[in-house]
């Protein structure tokens, strides 16, 4: 079945640091890849998305690009703020569109 | 404003006695589904619904119902409640088409002592 893997958290960085949150994704087929962000007390917010190999997702500063070869999507920032704490979800839907697979989710703490 | 709501947003309830969480969407979305999100664990699905009168089990199904005699409304029903059943509670919808992106309720979060 699907899985999706993240790097274990929390994360803890200093106002202005480069962010990689690394994930990786096993699926059959060719899933749509997406990271989701929860803020505290909050529901998911979709961040960005890519639906085929080396499209590149970008909103708020944040990056990922669709990496068929190596099976992964990995979120960066090049200058994290205060504001960016939250936890990251990576996810793959598959290709009917009827279930979102979930990565375990990462804490991310960002300090003034 | 385009929106899921869910209620109650918080519930502390005791074993075995029944209980159901609505969802309601406001975007005319076909699909509508239910997750669970536990520490360590992410989200995982309950149950989905494609469209009315339609409702298939996601990964973790057991001691949960759903129903969907509307299309904006999909409520989770706990017939007996059990303590493993602890845990933070999202819906979401879709429409159709292939862009995949799910959007969520704020969350209903369930204790059951």
């Known amino acids: 079945g699907n899985s999706v893997t993240q790097m274990e958290g929390p994360v803890t960085l200093s106002e202005e640091a480069f962010l990689t949150i690394n994930c990786t994704y096993t699926?059959?087929?060719?899933?749509?890849l997406f990271w989701y962000v929860q803020y505290p007390g909050e529901g998911l917010q979709l961040l960005l998305k890519?639906?085929?190999?080396?499209d590149k997702g970008s909103n708020k500063g944040f990056e990922a690009t669709y990496r068929k070869e190596t099976t992964s999507f990995h979120l960066e920032k090049g200058s994290v703020q205060v504001s960016d704490s939250a936890v990251y979800f990576c996810a793959l839907s598959e290709t009917s569109g009827s279930r979102l697979t979930f990565g375990e989710g990462t804490q991310l703490t960002v300090n003034p | 404003e385009a929106q899921v709501t869910q209620n109650p947003r918080y519930l502390i309830t005791v074993t075995g006695k029944k209980l159901t969480v609505t969802c309601s969407q406001n975007m005319n979305h076909e699909y509508m589904s239910w997750y669970r999100q536990d520490p360590g664990l992410g989200l995982r699905q309950i149950y989905y619904?494609?469209?009315?009168?339609?409702?298939d089990k996601g990964d973790v199904p057991e001691g949960y119902k759903v129903s969907r005699k509307e299309k904006r409304n999909f409520p989770l029903i706990l017939e007996s409640p059990s303590p493993n059943q602890t845990s933070l509670y999202f819906c979401a919808s879709k429409g159709a088409g292939g862009t995949h992106e799910q959007y969520f309720g704020p969350g209903t979060r369930l204790t059951v002592t």
């Open positions: 890519a639906t085929k190999a080396d």
């Open positions: 619904s494609m469209n009315v009168e339609v409702t």
């Open positions: 699926a059959t087929g060719y899933p749509s």
